[in-house]
């Protein structure tokens, strides 16, 4: 079993970012890497309703849990690194690292609109 590079690991993390307007996922998260781990930090100073978006909130009008996206570290980005660090064959790798359509579509939409000038990825 090869243990996963770091842009495996990012590929996998920005995946499963909820995609909005994409300044989640351009600015809220960080990455590194040193001999014996990688460190991965959502960055709430940055972007500050990632625990929003992780915990869910009651929307203030209707009064009901807004859970759209809730848990989306706790739940599908810890249990997809999980299975690639653990289990994944190549297939199904490559099927993780996949960037969802959705996601490529809506990042490309605003590039070419102007409203993106650039992706740049975070490091620490």
Do not use: C
């Amino acid at each position: 079993m090869a243990i996963p590079t770091l842009s495996e690991i990012r590929l996998t993390v920005l995946n499963y970012i909820p995609y909005d307007k994409g300044f989640m996922y351009a600015n809220g998260t960080r990455f590194s890497e040193d001999s014996t781990k990688y460190v991965i930090i959502y960055d709430g100073n940055a972007v500050p309703y990632i625990p929003y978006q992780e915990y869910g909130f009651i929307h203030w009008r209707s009064g009901k849990e807004v859970t759209l996206r809730k848990g989306f570290i706790q739940n599908d980005t810890v249990n997809a690194l999980s299975f690639l660090i653990n289990q994944a064959s190549g297939k199904q790798k490559n099927l993780i690292l996949a960037q969802s359509k959705r996601t490529v579509q809506a990042r490309n939409n605003q590039l070419s609109q102007g409203t993106l000038q650039s992706l740049k990825g975070n490091k620490l």
